[in-house]
């Protein structure tokens, strides 16, 4: 008897014959999916300006990322005195409004390049219920301001679908060729409350099938489906019962790069997982001989990544940024 269910139908994705560059956007969800290529060396660009989790929010961010004229309107000075933006995470701040913009659009340059030499576009969303600050709009972070300068509405699927359009004809002027995948993240939004959490991933989940379609090489990957019905057990969510295991992310991330995988990028996606195991490997002693692996993990990425990739590798994994 078969006591699991087959995901047979996400096999008919689209091949990356090559390791390319996998571009990520959306929920913490997807920062989690980038990490776990980013262990087998995969080149992996992630969300630029941090988590966001709305269709609307995302939208936001995606129009801000490729503009070409910087829009400031969503800079504020927060209660602490550092200036932020409304659409990134609170970590990216400064003391003035022009080193914050300076920051940001460095950020921006480096997505819309990543954008551009993408193989693989993943994006996932994770609630419609977005907020709205007075002045700036929709948000993609409250950055812990008084509640009195929001108010918050609960997108329709019809709202959401359309906000996820026009995210794609965006990606699609910088990017016409790589398939792009929506998920739906399986992070539970219980600040509502458990009923509205799947209220929620229902409008979002028709949304997005009004929206995938193979011919237009936009695609559903069941992310959320995985971790409902293939694991459905509480184990596989940490201690906050909100976010998967790592053990659940890996499960997932396995699904996803074998239904992507032909077999030159599984053998590639292998050999990484072994490199990344021996950088990092730290020696028991100080003193150690043991050699340097930077050098031969160079050597093998330069053998199958994209030349374009390989010039700014140093965005596009962690053991070129150290």
């Not at 028709?206 to 459905?232: G, H, S």
């Not at 050999?271 to 002693?285: D, E, L, N, S, T």
Request: net charge positive; glycine share 4%; aromatic share 12%.
């Amino acid at each position: 008897m078969q006591r699991y269910t087959a995901f047979s139908d996400i096999l008919e994705f689209p091949r990356l014959q090559k390791p390319g560059l996998l571009v990520f956007g959306g929920s913490c969800f997807a920062q989690n999916i980038a990490a776990y290529f980013e262990q087998a060396l995969w080149p992996v660009a992630y969300p630029p300006l941090g988590a966001v989790y709305q269709p609307k929010a995302l939208l936001r961010q995606v129009q801000w990322l490729l503009q070409p004229i910087p829009e400031t309107a969503c800079l504020f000075c927060g209660q602490d005195g550092l200036w932020r933006s409304w659409l990134a995470h609170h970590k990216l701040a400064e003391s003035s409004p022009d080193k914050v913009l300076q920051r940001l659009l460095q950020k921006a340059q480096i997505w819309q390049e990543s954008l551009h030499h993408a193989a693989v576009i993943c994006l996932t969303v994770a609630h419609p219920l977005t907020w709205y600050e007075k002045e700036a709009g929709p948000v993609a972070n409250c950055h812990k301001e008084p509640a009195a300068r929001f108010t918050k509405k609960f997108c329709s699927e019809e709202d959401c679908a359309e906000d996820l359009r026009t995210i794609v004809q965006l990606i699609r002027g910088v990017n016409s060729r790589a398939p792009i995948f929506f998920t739906l993240s399986p992070v539970r939004y219980l600040a509502e409350g458990m009923v509205f959490n799947f209220l929620g991933k229902t409008r979002l989940r028709i949304a997005l099938d009004r929206l995938c379609r193979p011919e237009n090489n936009v695609w559903y990957f069941p992310a959320y489906e995985i971790i409902m019905d293939d694991l459905r057990d509480y184990r596989y969510y940490k201690d906050d019962m909100l976010h998967p295991t790592d053990q659940a992310v890996h499960y997932v991330g396995g699904i996803f790069r074998a239904a992507l995988s032909a077999p030159a990028t599984d053998e590639f996606h292998k050999q990484g997982v072994c490199w990344m195991k021996r950088w990092h490997h730290k020696p028991f002693h100080n003193a150690s001989t043991a050699l340097d692996p930077k050098p031969e993990i160079l050597k093998f990425v330069q053998q199958h990544w994209p030349a374009e990739v390989l010039r700014h590798k140093e965005h596009f994994n962690v053991v070129f940024r150290e």
